[in-house]
């Protein structure tokens, strides 16, 4: 393949590590990789494990496990900062295990306006998006 994507995968993975060997290995030389996945282990909440997820990566170790793998990376994006002082707030604070209708419909009709003040905010970001390159 020349491509493989690879959105809100790892997470749930007991060996992360080996499905991004399995990936490279899969991958023609100069093959591309997209990878998202939640960031912020100190946001990890009822949330998470009711979603089942077994982690939630720092962009160190997410860059490690790519390196690892045999890829190299070549941009690590972080996406929706506005989301994770809620994430927070519904996770720690309030201890819910889902997030409302209500919540993701508000969410989604302000969309336009959160996307244009993200990289503002000086915070990190609700998830890390990573592009990385398998060598020729």
């Known amino acids: ?3 493989a994507i690879c959105v809100n995968v790892l997470e749930y993975a007991s060996r992360p590590r080996e499905l ?6 899969a991958l023609l030389a100069g093959g591309k990789l997209l990878v998202l996945v939640p960031q ?6 009822g949330i998470d494990r009711a979603l089942g997820h077994q982690r939630r990566f720092k962009e ?7 390196t690892g793998a045999g890829f190299t ?3 690590v994006y972080q996406l929706n900062k506005i989301g994770a002082p809620a994430w927070w707030l ?5 201890r ?3 997030i409302s209708k ?3 419909k508000l969410f989604d009709k302000t969309v336009w306006f959160w996307r244009r003040i993200d990289g503002l905010l000086p915070w990190r970001g609700l998830s890390l998006v990573a592009v990385a390159v398998k060598e020729d």
């Open 1 to 3: 393949f020349d491509t």
């Open 20 to 25: 991004l060997a399995a990936l490279h290995a």
């Open 40 to 45: 912020g282990p100190a946001l990890y909440a």
């Open 60 to 66: 160190r170790e997410l860059r490690d496990l790519l």
């Open 73 to 75: 990376v070549r941009r």
């Open 90 to 94: 519904s996770g720690r604070v309030f």
């Open 96 to 98: 819910r295990r889902y």
């Open 102 to 104: 209500v919540t993701l």
